[in-house]
């Protein structure tokens, strides 16, 4: 059916203000154990699937889309309200929920959570959207040939493993709380429009860590941020503070008042978050990122994201880290674990015994990473190392470079779409942020905090103007 389309969604909020995000972490801090890093590397498989579908990848992994969300969070829905668990994504840019009677969807997952199916006809809020509504017109760009009169607004989802969810869009109350000061709030309900799925298939509804559905914060038009700045209420804005010590940290939309930040832009006519990297440097010691050693040009294929765990390196210049960062252990002997990890035994403070790994962009903005953030101890004593060979292309056969959290724990990063630019600085992630009302001027202060033992939804802050959603990431054991 050409009425049933791809990757379409469109936010409406009727609330003005800051919202806050309560999110679990999946993997949570480090932890020990090989069960451990092979999770992490199943997680960036999957995701390079979905995330990045329109480059080639020789990765590995099961490359399930649900092994692809490293955060989630649980947002309530509906009049009464029911609680459901979605995946947080920056790579894709919809939010559906599987719905009551939905066709493969999951029952069941391992991440000790219960599953929930939204039922239209037992919220006395909730409206099925038809394809004549002007909504529906907005989303497709137009009316569609097929639509007849009491015909619903349906989309479809294919993911880079070709896995797919069908539905509808239906219109109904979320419950938020209000942040009227600091650390203060209160509960109201916003009205959004969003995807109810009928129908899964491939491996979305049956991965053992399988969640209600999917909100994204890409950068499309069809993205939560996107539609919510279309709507006048929040700036394209949002930033993420991943604390690597116990898996914790913030994940904000809106004004960033503190801390301050040194941003570079981002490269233009790119679906994802793009930078120029100029040089590498591994213990002072710059490495030849030359073309003519490399053989191809590494400017402008450097992807920044939170999502994925690991960093991925094209392989001319993941050989030359590893060398230089084994400079100064030269006796110590490699081994291979899970046949895909270079690991070592080594007894003594990682941080004394090897080098800052630093990456250089525009601007002279630099992004340190530390040894005990790239390297992962899986036993007493055995650490494995976190740089990957990406042995990602892109479409014209360039190498691809892609930084994910052992790169950028422990930092404010910071995402200015409406100016095109992204930053960061090295920050506390268990402590908190200010964020500023554009309109007040007032700023208010925002911290990590432990949800576990909190069972309230989504917060908001009623700022007019910016949106705050401070995502509260919390380690699970």
Known sequence: MNSRRHLLLFLLLTVKGNVVFKVQHKFGGRGKGVEALRALKAHDSGRHGRLLSAVDFQLGGNGKPTDAALYYTKISIGSPPNDYYVQVDTGSDILWVNCKDCDQCPTKTDLNIPLNQYDITASSTGKKIM????????????????????????????????????????????????????????????????????????????????VDGIIGFGQLNTSVLSQLALSKKVKKVFSHCLDGRIGGGIFAIGELAQPKVNSIPLVKNEAHYNVLMKAVDVGGQSLDLSTEFLGYDTSGDTIIDSGT???????????????????????????????????????????????????????????????????FEVRDNEYCIGWQSSGMQSRDGKELTLLGDIVLSNKIVLYDLENQTIGWTDYDCSSSIKVKDDVSGNIYSVSAHDITSDSSPIKVSVLPIVLLMAILLNSIE
């Open 131 to 210: 394809c004549d509504q002007e909504f529906c017109k907005t989303v497709f760009t137009g009316p569609s040939s097929d639509c007849k009169v009491g015909m619903a607004c349906e989309y479809g989802i294919t993911y880079g493993d070709k896995s797919k969810t069908e539905g509808f869009f239906v219109n109904d109350y979320i419950r938020l709380d209000q942040v009227s000061g600091n650390l203060k709030t209160t509960i109201m309900n916003g009205s959004i429009a969003f995807g109810c799925s009928t129908k899964q298939s491939g491996d979305l509804g049956s991965s053992s860590q399988a």
């Open 309 to 375: 765990t690991l960093a991925y390196l094209p392989s001319g210049l993941y050989n030359q880290v590893i060398e230089k960062m084994m400079v100064q252990q030269p006796d110590l002997q490699t081994h291979s674990v899970e046949e895909q990890f270079k690991c070592f035994w080594y007894n003594g403070n990682v941080d004394d015994g090897f080098p800052v790994v630093t990456f250089h962009f525009q601007g002279k903005i630099l992004l340190a990473v530390y040894p005990h953030d790239y390297l």
